[in-house]
């Protein structure tokens, strides 16, 4: 382990970088290098900070090697020049039991209002405390991989400045709060985010991502006051229909919708086909049965598990139009017009653009 101690007395130091030497600790010492403003300490084992110095304006300790990271709660005060802030992956808690009157982290980092990048992505926060409404500086806030769940009352309307927001992998059900004009990236993937509101978004807003979550309704949404969105990313949801909105987004350069089972069309089939001619139908598919036909299943769900096992092989979106023809046709074949019929109205109105 680097022994660090013989630093202290350089006054005019402003850049200190101490990226994997197995520390331990930040010794308090280091509040006497009253000129610093730039501290690395990623890759170490350290485990509580006490103190730091209160110039800091950029302070980084990535993936700790060590159990729980505890921050001092006096460090949000002491450190309120600190802009950049990045303390990802260190098994904090929000409501660390060795800290003070369980105050958490985010509580600690709310002190710091000059910031204007965070980084608390990959511990073990569960709440966001209404005092997280004091950062009125930051503009990129990253999140992800926490336990935040739907409940924490996230005061993003609060944060007039924020550009750049990730909140991947936690348990939002929502995300109604988020309004603010400035916002320019939006990644909420794999939470458990049932519906959008209407105006989810700036018109500013370029880049979205919503991936892994739980919608099968987006109609609402007025994609078409997004003016320059360019990336779109909706995969492995459970959508029926592509609002009309969204076809007016004229700036889209990426649109991901792979993933969809587009189970209407899979619920109609079930619904009003003959289920005892389901092995033609899975011949016009292209679908094999002899497994399908082993299992101890109804006629009907035979059914449904054909056309649910055609349909996830179908999946990307440039695949749909193709996906569409081919069952319409097969249902023609077969002998059911009618619903061929259906099929394709439903098509021609909700799987394209």
Known sequence: MLDVHGLFELNKLKNLQMRSNRLTEIPDNISKLHSLQCLDCSLNEIRVINKLPSALHTFKLRAGQGPSLTINSNIGNTCRRMKHLDLSNNHIDSKNEA???????????????????????????????????????????????????????????????????????????????ISIKSMKYIS???????????????????????????????????????????????????????????????????????GQKLSRAVDLVTERFDSQKWKLLAQFLGIQTEAIDRERISVKDKLRTMVQAWSEKHQAPALIPMMKDKLVQALRVVGDAQLANDIEHISVQNWTL
């Open 99 to 177: 800290m003070d009157n369980e105050i958490g982290v985010l509580s600690t980092v709310s002190q710091m209002t000059k910031l204007t990048y965070l980084n608390v992505e990959g511990n073990d926060i569960n709440t966001i405390p209404s005092t997280f409404s004091n950062l009125t500086n930051l503009k990129t806030c990253i999140m992800k991989n926490n336990n935040i769940n739907a409940h924490s009352g996230v005061p993003l309307t609060s944060l007039p400045r924020i550009e750049h927001l990730d909140i991947d992998n936690n348990a939002f059900h929502s995300i109604f709060t």
């Open 188 to 258: 909420a993937r794999a939470n458990c985010i049932v519906s959008l509101p209407e105006r989810m978004a700036p018109e500013i807003l370029e880049e979205l991502y919503l991936d892994d979550n739980e919608l099968n309704d987006i109609s609402n949404v007025k994609f078409n006051s997004m003016a320059k969105l360019r990336v779109l990313s909706l995969r492995n949801n459970h959508l029926q229909t592509i609002p009309d909105s969204l076809g007016r987004v004229f700036n889209l350069e990426t649109l991901d919708l792979e």
